[in-house]
């Protein structure tokens, strides 16, 4: 019989780890290498050609849809709102090993704030540059505090090889979440004038976390015949109010599509009828 009055045992591999929360905290970004099996990984990727190609052609015979693809060439694309492109990109959004770093850096009932996908060809966007900026909303959430509070947790997942510099890899500036001095507009315009900037290499199958806070933006590709392809979803406390991008997806996916725990992942007021949320 278990002897109620003994003190946990914890975990013999917490997750995160000690090491992994001080990586976060200090540099405002953790990578996680193999955090996807290279079978899911294929069939995320499977998943995000076919639902390009469909948005694509949406996007063709309704302009209004334009909103919701973004197109940069003839086949690099971004689309948002993505939980109803794929069961596979639903069930991301509550990934159980990813979880405990959700409640862990956010909290133990963190919400869902939103997602999208890209697809970037290195022979369409060669001449790109700038795009450095922080999430989340009023430039930000700079009108908020100094430094920007921890208010969305930014999840990254790598569908594409990027081991090695010049793919287009995210480019981060570790600790700059806790700066109060934002880098001036003449930085932000050229890329490789941002101090301390790095690029994060790392392969298919990488899970990358990092802070609303965290200077970032993608690296120039180095070669016309390199793609980067990612996953994006972020995360947000239980008591902020609910994301623009909600406001995208059908009320089927709201009351039949989503699972009990799914659920849980959204504001009540989305659903029909609402649902009571205990939020404290």
Request: hydrophobic share 40%.
């Amino acid at each position: 019989m278990t002897n109620p009055a003994a003190p946990a045992v914890p975990p013999a591999n917490p997750v995160p780890s000690t090491e992994e929360k001080f990586l976060f905290e200090n540099n405002g970004y953790l990578v996680v290498e193999n955090f996807l099996k290279p079978d899911h990984v294929a069939r995320l990727l499977g998943a995000l050609d076919r639902a390009v190609v469909r948005r694509r052609v949406r996007r063709e015979a309704n302009p209004a849809e334009a909103r919701l693809t973004l197109v940069n060439g003839a086949k690099s694309t971004r689309i948002l709102y993505i939980l109803e492109d794929d069961p596979l990109f639903l069930e991301l959004m509550d990934w159980p090993p990813l979880l405990p770093y959700v409640r862990e850096f956010i909290g133990p009932r963190a919400h869902y704030h939103a997602s999208d996908a890209i697809v970037e060809h290195g022979s369409e966007l060669m001449s790109r540059k700038g795009g450095w900026h922080i999430d989340g909303h009023d430039e930000g959430y700079r009108t908020l505090s100094s430094p920007v509070a921890l208010l969305q947790l930014k999840v990254g997942y790598y569908l594409t090889d990027m081991t090695q510099p010049g793919n287009a890899n995210l480019t981060v500036v570790p600790g700059s979440h806790r700066t109060p001095h934002p880098p001036t507009r003449e930085e932000l315009g050229r890329r490789e004038s941002v101090p301390g900037a790095v690029q994060v290499c790392a392969p298919a199958g990488s899970m990358i976390l990092f802070h609303n806070a965290l200077w970032h933006a993608a690296a120039p590709f180095a070669s016309p015949e390199h793609r980067r392809t990612m996953l994006y979803y972020a995360y947000e406390h239980h008591w902020m109010m609910a994301a623009e991008g909600h406001w995208g997806y059908s009320k089927d996916f709201y009351n039949r599509q989503l699972s009990p725990a799914q659920r849980a992942c959204f504001h009540g007021f989305l659903f029909d009828p609402p649902e009571h949320r205990h939020f404290f």
